[in-house]
């Protein structure tokens, strides 16, 4: 199922983009999810992977019977900048579980700091229930996005 988000940031292009390719980041929005000590990280010029185990008591009981576990999660993120933006390719994988996210993003220069558009599709390999968890993963990102501003605005104005 597709989507598309808007996330604006305090900071310009260039702090977001580094902001993203640091590890204590990337942990830091992360770590939540993850089992306490799984989580690992390596960054190669402007490509950051993170690895981990997901957090089984967060998996909806209804999609717990169809996944092995431990789920191991895999997001990695690649950035492009130019001159007066940024484009940015992520993908999230999950070992033992039929679930994908690929999303696109433009990073560019905005009143009062920069905003990010992504597009994306969340895909859900599961007979008949697949497209009903697809809905419910689109109807939260609002609060993802959310919750993105808030860490990224906190991150930007501790480092500066």
Known sequence: MEFAQSISYPGTVDEVVAMYLTPDYLQRRFTPFLVEGTAHISVEDQRITLGGQCRPELLPAA??????????????????????????????????????????????????????????????RVPLLGGHIEKEAVAHLGGVAKRERELAAAWLEEHR
């Open 63 to 124: 999609a717990a019977r169809f996944v092995s576990t431990p789920l191991c999660v895999t997001f990695t993120e690649e950035w492009v900048t130019d001159e007066a933006s940024a484009r940015s390719r992520s993908s999230v994988t999950v070992d033992g579980a039929p679930v994908s996210v690929e999303a696109t993003s433009t990073l560019a220069a905005s009143e009062g700091g920069c905003t990010r558009e992504v597009t994306g599709a969340i895909s859900v």
